[in-house]
């Protein structure tokens, strides 16, 4: 449900005007809008300008003609919560204290260690980049999944944003269809529902389209004045449902899986290798069709020369459980792990007049470097939060080929849903560190020869991974990153 909470008073006025005007300027003199859209368990080749030959996604690839498309673009998490509250805010998981999704898994007998005690929401105390841009002038809108706080304090129309329609706590639809609900197998007196933040709706609407809509309509009412656009999809996340048409389109041209051929094994979990899932590639289009959707309101309103457009996934695609529904190859498995598939994301960035013609970029990037490169494209560098741990890649996108940052680390200190342990990353160059918490093992792979971390050299070059252990457990120490401790109650299972 639109609500606009908030007048601004005077002075907050008076110092939006000022802000504005010394900001870089789009056709018309007008200031850059900011369309920021982020996608569910969207795996790396989950368009087929990434590499996909099953999913159709021409809005996408249509996109990324226009765009800089970031090859080593990576999350700063392998799940949810924790790289929405990076993109948010510009700082690491480990650093915010909110390292898993909301609410996270509960200890287990067979679980080595504890569950680090993490937080179950955003700081309060954090200035998002929706609060820096409101405060200079933008209209902010949040629309779709949220899930960075159990309590209503922490929603998004509390962290910046002026408008928020279907951002709750929950980190998935109760239902792709209309009226979105569902009863709580727990407890069948109780219904979960995101129809109290969409009035009205029909029988047969699907929830990406609406929400496509919905985001649309927020571009046309300000056309006129900057704003930032959060259009945080629920797809492609589970529950696995595809418009029907969808489903059966892909069903046509669908081929019968055999373990043998569509799946592979990371120890004794399946690991889908292959693109063939009808539903889930239905669920792809319809994400692809919100893209095109977008695109559309802002050529329609004439402000697309005038608009910064960001597509990013919030963590690798789900290839390891819950349905198994997409693949991730090359990378090794997915969302859930600190290998490739966990953390490497599909990443375009479009700035028209400056970066807005097809380009690559292969150096590392994450999730925590949003707040400081959107900041200094609209000309706010001077608002950059001093402790922020991204940098701009405003030189990147200006034509440089280098970057001013030799490492990105990673602090999952937990078990995941998908199979994946407690542990700890960091990729310098090509070179990539896994520290596994449970037993301290450790395991190195040059991404530039292999890609798909099939060859551990530590052995080989045990002296570069003793370094590289050096400069994580450094880092570790630097943002105070919360350790698992031994499960008392483990029982070896």
């Known amino acids: 449900m639109i609500n606009y909470r908030r007048v601004q008073q005077l002075g907050i006025l008076l110092l939006a005007l000022s802000a504005l005007h010394c900001q870089p300027q789009a056709p018309n003199d007008q200031p850059f809008n900011v369309v920021f859209i982020l996608i569910d368990d969207m795996g790396w080749t989950d368009t087929a300008g990434f590499g996909s030959t099953f999913y159709e996604t021409p809005y996408l690839d249509q996109l990324m003609q226009e765009s800089m498309r970031f090859t080593s673009g990576y999350a700063a998490c392998p799940v949810c919560s924790p790289t929405r509250a990076s993109i948010l805010t510009g700082k690491t998981p480990a650093l915010l204290k909110q390292t898993d999704w909301i609410p996270g898994r509960r200890n287990r007998a067979d679980q080595k260690l504890l569950q680090v005690e993490d937080r179950?929401?955003?700081?309060?105390?954090?200035?998002?980049?929706?609060?820096?841009?409101?405060?200079?002038?933008?209209?902010?809108?949040?629309?779709?999944?949220?899930?960075?706080?159990?309590?209503?304090?922490?929603l998004p129309q509390y962290r910046g944003f002026d408008i928020n329609i279907a951002g709750n706590e929950r980190g998935s639809p109760p239902?792709?269809?209309?009226?979105?609900?569902?009863?709580?197998?727990?407890?069948?007196?109780?219904?979960?529902?995101?129809?109290?933040?969409?009035?009205?709706?029909?029988?047969?609407?699907?929830?990406?389209?609406?929400?496509?809509?919905?985001?649309?309509?927020?571009?046309?009412?300000?056309?006129?004045?900057?704003?930032?656009?959060?259009?945080?999809?629920?797809?492609?996340?589970?529950?696995?449902?595809?418009?029907?048409?969808?489903?059966?389109?892909?069903?046509?041209?669908?081929?019968?899986y055999s373990d043998s051929t569509d799946f592979s094994y990371e120890g004794k979990r399946p690991v889908r290798i292959e693109h063939n899932h009808p539903t889930y590639a239905g669920m792809v289009e319809s994400m692809d069709a919100s893209v095109g959707r977008i695109m559309?309101?802002?050529?329609?309103?004439?402000?697309?020369?005038?608009?910064?457009?960001?597509?990013?996934?919030?963590?690798?695609?789900?290839?390891?459980?819950?349905?198994?529904?997409?693949?991730?190859?090359?990378?090794?498995?997915?969302?859930?792990?600190?290998?490739?598939?966990?953390?490497?994301?599909?990443?375009?960035?479009?700035?028209?007049?400056?970066?807005?013609?097809?380009?690559?970029?292969?150096?590392?990037?994450?999730?925590?470097?949003?707040?400081?490169?959107?900041?200094?494209?609209?000309?706010?560098?001077?608002?950059?939060?001093?402790?922020?741990?991204?940098?701009?890649?405003?030189?990147?996108?200006?034509?440089?080929?280098?970057?001013?940052?030799?490492?990105?680390?990673?602090?999952?200190?937990?078990?995941?849903?998908?199979?994946?342990?407690?542990g700890g990353a960091v990729r310098a160059g090509n070179l990539k560190l896994i520290e596994n918490y449970e037993d301290n093992s450790l395991e190195l792979y040059d991404l530039s020869a292999d890609i798909e971390e099939k060859h551990n050299l530590i052995e080989t070059m045990p002296h570069i991974g003793d370094s590289l252990r050096q400069q994580l457990n450094t880092w570790r120490r630097t943002v105070e990153a919360q350790m698992p401790q031994p499960n008392p109650d483990y029982s070896g299972m």
């Open 120 to 154: 179950d929401y955003l700081d309060l105390e954090e200035r998002t980049l929706a609060n820096i841009l409101n405060d200079a002038g933008y209209t902010t809108a949040h629309v779709g999944k949220w899930h960075l706080g159990l309590g209503d304090e922490y």
């Open 175 to 256: 239902s792709y269809y209309y009226p979105y609900s569902r009863k709580d197998w727990r407890d069948t007196t109780k219904i979960f529902q995101l129809t109290d933040l969409l009035e009205g709706g029909e029988e047969g609407e699907y929830l990406t389209d609406r929400l496509a809509e919905e985001a649309a309509s927020f571009i046309s009412a300000n056309k006129d004045t900057p704003f930032f656009l959060h259009f945080s999809q629920y797809a492609v996340h589970t529950p696995l449902q595809s418009r029907p048409d969808l489903k059966e389109k892909y069903e046509a041209r669908y081929t019968p």
């Open 296 to 422: 559309r309101a802002l050529e329609e309103n004439n402000i697309d020369e005038r608009t910064i457009v960001i597509f990013f996934s919030d963590n690798g695609g789900l290839s390891t459980s819950e349905g198994w529904p997409t693949a991730n190859v090359p990378l090794r498995t997915g969302k859930g792990w600190l290998y490739e598939g966990g953390i490497r994301v599909p990443m375009l960035i479009k700035w028209p007049g400056i970066s807005d013609q097809q380009q690559t970029c292969d150096i590392p990037v994450s999730s925590i470097d949003f707040v400081p490169t959107i900041l200094d494209m609209v000309g706010l560098d001077n608002q950059i939060p001093q402790d922020v741990e991204g940098i701009s890649l405003v030189p990147l996108l200006e034509g440089n080929e280098t970057l001013d940052r030799s490492r990105l680390y990673w602090h999952y200190p937990h078990y995941s849903n998908q199979g994946g342990k407690p």
